[in-house]
C-alpha cells in the first residue's frame, strides 16, 4: 500500500544514501543504500528522475486520515487480502494502460 506523491510535492532533503534502480522500461525503485528500506517507487516512463512517487505508507509516521482511493494489479493479489469499499479496483492491464504501458497479459 503506497500513496501517490507528485514529482514537484515531494522534498527530498538529502540524496546521499538513496539508491536507485530501473526496474523495467518503465519504471525505477530506490531504496536506503544503508539499511535497505524501500522508499519509493516511480512510474518513470523511461526517463530517469522523473514521475510521481509510490511512497509506502510503513515510512509515514502517521497515516491516519489516509482514504484507499483505488486497488491496482487487482487480479493479481492473493486471495487473503480483501478491501471493503467503493472504489476503483483495477486489473493489470488496465493499471498498466494508466501509465501507458502496454500489458503481456492483456
Given at each position: ?9 515531494i ?6 544514501s ?56 487487482i ?32
Amino acid at each position: 500500500m503506497a500513496v501517490t506523491v507528485h514529482e514537484n510535492d515531494i522534498n527530498i532533503v538529502s540524496k546521499t544514501s538513496i539508491v536507485s534502480r530501473r526496474t523495467s522500461d518503465w519504471a525505477s525503485r530506490s531504496h536506503c543504500g544503508s539499511c535497505g528500506s524501500p522508499l519509493w517507487y516511480r512510474h518513470d516512463r523511461g526517463v530517469d528522475d522523473s514521475g510521481d512517487y509510490e511512497v509506502p505508507i510503513g515510512l509515514l509516521d502517521d497515516a491516519d486520515g489516509l482514504i484507499l482511493e483505488r486497488e491496482i494489479f487487482i487480479d493479481r493479489k492473493p486471495d487473503c487480502i480483501s478491501f471493503v469499499g467503493d472504489h476503483p479496483r483495477l486489473t493489470e492491464a488496465e493499471t498498466l494502460a494508466i501509465y501507458g504501458v502496454e500489458s503481456d497479459n492483456a
